[in-house]
């Protein structure tokens, strides 16, 4: 006697294993990685683009001015970070769920992995909203009075240079180091700081792949802090 549910349909649309598996979230990870991909590309090519077009104030970092102090934000988006994180964690999903559990992992592994993908990633966003809501990358300037370097570079904590002692904002290419031994260049914007009786120190604010928003930055500081620029046997050293 056949099964009353065969009896009424097809047999070849009989289900073995209804609702979801872990090789379905498992392909759902490898779905979403190109999909995270062209959105973190797509985002930094058409800022990329626009900054080019439009050459914003500053190369584009934030700016506040209350009459009192300015102050600007010497970091990129959020937007940035919460997507790199969440493809870093997804390809590390993606190679260690197989190897342990194989293609097809329990439904509690997906489940649980798609999880951390999505906290860390959320978690990530809300460090650097905290970050930069605290004014942790924020340059702030009081004219005539200090200038406050924010926590970077080494910097451990805040440091105030007086207005006087700041002597010239350079820009210098900086050689960096990638995977595999290759190798790419930054732009840093520095601040030149001289102090009686003392060889000038030189404090990074910026680090940037574009040279234009570098120099950008380096000619908007110049003019808020009154420095010259520098001339053109200067440039040719730095």
Known sequence: MS??????????????????DGSDLLLAMFMFVPIELVVLLWGLFSRAVIRRQARPLAGGDKIWDDGFQTRI???DRLWR?????????????MLLIPRVWGTNPPLKV????????L???????LWKTVRLAGGSFDLVMVAGRSIKLPRAFGRREEVEVPWENAAAVE??????????????YVYAAVLVVSERGGTPRREKLRELRDETRANDLAAWLREQLQIKPPSAAEERRQ
């Open 3 to 20: 099964h009353p549910l065969l009896a009424r349909g097809d047999p070849s649309d009989a289900i073995l294993h209804p609702g979801l």
């Open 73 to 75: 934000r010497l970091a």
């Open 81 to 93: 970070a919460g997507h790199a994180t969440m493809l870093f964690c997804l390809c590390m999903c």
């Open 110 to 117: 997906a489940l649980g992995a798609w999880g951390i993908v």
């Open 119 to 125: 906290g860390v990633g959320l978690v990530s966003f």
């Open 171 to 184: 820009v210098e290419k900086v050689e960096k180091r990638g995977g595999k031994g290759g190798r790419y």
